[in-house]
């Protein structure tokens, strides 16, 4: 199995999208790295993990589950770097192998001791990059080989029947 540690904010501020709306809305910032990074989980099938550094979030530690994607903020006074060591630590087995997205330099050699594998900001957007092309070739793909129908119907006709199957009056 194949596990993605995130260094949610460490990401943020490297890639441009998402530092843009940090300036104006850094809750949304952060549900957009969510929203890529549960692309990501769907389409390469590893298990990822955000963390969010407390520092920027008062309050105590959490952690929960956004699209299937573990989210955790760490406790008040510890830092994205030290929760990610210590997840690289407990997770690291035999069976598994630890990626951890990040682009600080020493937290890039701390994981390696770790015997945990690197992935760069710039890496992943790539990754994130190349899998959204993907899925949407996959879906253009599927909906131009959408068999048409029997009978000719008329565009408003079809919207009719399109309104009564989603459910709509």
Same mark, same amino acid.
């Given at each position: 199995?194949?596990?993605?540690?995130?260094?949610? %904010?460490?990401?943020?501020? &490297?890639?441009?999208?998402?530092?843009?709306?940090?300036?104006?809305?850094?809750? *949304?910032?952060? !549900?957009?790295? @969510?929203? =890529?990074?549960?692309?990501?989980?769907? %389409?390469?099938?590893?298990? /990822?993990? /955000?963390?969010? !550094?407390?520092? %920027?979030? =008062?309050?105590?530690?959490?952690?929960?589950?956004? %699209?299937?994607?573990? @989210?955790?903020?760490?406790?008040?006074?510890?830092?994205?770097?030290?929760?990610?060591?210590?997840? +690289?630590?407990?997770?690291?087995?035999?069976?598994?192998?630890?990626?951890? &997205?990040?682009?600080?330099?020493?937290? =890039?050699? +701390?994981?390696?001791?770790?015997?945990?594998?690197?992935?760069?900001?710039?890496?992943?957007?790539?990754?994130?990059? *190349?899998? #959204?092309?993907?899925? #949407?070739?996959? @879906?253009?793909?599927?909906?131009?080989?959408?068999?048409?129908?029997?009978?000719?119907?008329?565009?408003? /006709? &079809? #919207?009719?029947?399109?309104?009564?199957?989603?459910?709509?009056?």
């Amino acid at each position: 199995m194949d596990i993605l540690l995130v260094d949610g %904010y460490n990401i943020i501020g &490297a890639w441009h999208e998402l530092n843009e709306l940090k300036k104006k809305d850094l809750s *949304a910032a952060r !549900d957009r790295l @969510v929203e =890529q990074m549960a692309e990501y989980q769907g %389409y390469t099938g590893y298990r /990822v993990i /955000v963390i969010f !550094d407390a520092y %920027y979030v =008062q309050g105590i530690a959490r952690k929960y589950n956004n %699209y299937k994607v573990e @989210v955790i903020f760490t406790k008040e006074n510890e830092t994205a770097d030290e929760r990610i060591e210590k997840l +690289a630590i407990e997770l690291n087995n035999i069976k598994t192998q630890i990626h951890v &997205a990040t682009s600080d330099f020493t937290e =890039q050699w +701390a994981i390696f001791g770790q015997g945990a594998l690197r992935k760069s900001a710039r890496e992943l957007l790539n990754e994130v990059n *190349a899998i #959204e092309k993907k899925i #949407e070739k996959k @879906v253009r793909n599927s909906t131009d080989r959408k068999p048409p129908t029997k009978i000719p119907l008329s565009n408003e /006709v &079809a #919207e009719i029947f399109e309104k009564w199957r989603r459910g709509e009056r």
